[in-house]
């Protein structure tokens, strides 16, 4: 069965820096988010992604956060200046298509440390 | 958002059915209900879902009231590995995002 993959599973890294988070969605998808589940608590949404722009985000999602489709396969998330909050597990998801009726597909995630 | 109401946690015996309840009083005509499980340091993974008739598929059973304002998931036999938090989410109309609430987390004893 097709699946979203993400790189890397871990990231180190100091509070300021910046980091970016791979994934390679499912190859027909359309629609790509980005989720993060800080330890212990729920899944949050952070932002969507369709026809090469944002379709929604959060007030999670700030000028701190960027997402790009450098090319036809990957779809990045880039924190600019990381801070310890920004510690947990980021999920990117995609799916066929934006309706209601579609399921989306995560990956098995990147667990962020910002030390 | 319309919200669903989810026992925080269940417990099922290994090999036994477990029926799996959410209320979602608020949904409107147009919101499917979707179900998703999280294993262990995993990311979500998709159920099943519906909009108004029940569903069938490998992994599960949706059953959903006449009214639609609650369903159930019935896992038919629960092994071992189907211990996971599992969500209850509607998805509203247009291309809202899928919003994720505590779930209900199933364990499952052997």
């Known amino acids: 069965e097709p699946e979203v993959t993400q790189t890397p599973s871990h990231q180190v890294t100091q509070m300021g820096q910046e980091v970016i988070l791979r994934c390679v969605p499912i190859s027909n998808h359309l629609y790509f988010y980005w989720y993060r589940q800080i330890l212990g608590q729920k899944v949050e949404f952070l932002v969507s992604?369709?026809?090469?722009?944002?379709?929604?985000k959060s007030e999670i999602f700030d000028d701190q956060f960027s997402v790009e489709r450098p090319d036809g396969s990957n779809f990045t998330l880039k924190i600019r200046s990381t801070k310890l909050e920004d510690s947990a597990m980021y999920f990117c998801?995609?799916?066929?298509?934006?309706?209601?009726?579609?399921?989306?597909?995560f990956g098995s995630g990147t667990q962020l440390s910002v030390l | 958002d319309a919200k669903t109401t989810q026992p925080n946690s269940m417990e099922s015996n290994e090999e036994e059915p477990v029926h799996l309840p959410c209320n979602h009083s608020t949904i409107s005509g147009t919101d499917y209900i979707h179900w998703y499980r999280q294993l262990p340091s995993q990311g979500p993974e998709y159920v099943i879902h519906g909009l108004t008739s029940n569903v069938n598929n490998r992994m599960a059973s949706l059953a959903i009231a006449e009214d639609r304002k609650s369903s159930t998931l019935i896992l038919h036999r629960a092994t071992l590995r189907d211990a996971a938090v599992y969500y209850c989410i509607l998805r509203l109309s247009g291309n809202t995002p899928l919003v994720f609430g505590k779930g209900t987390r199933l364990s499952v004893i052997a």
């Open positions: 998801a995609s799916s066929e298509a934006p309706s209601t009726n579609e399921k989306l597909f």
């Open positions: 992604f369709y026809n090469n722009e944002i379709s929604e």
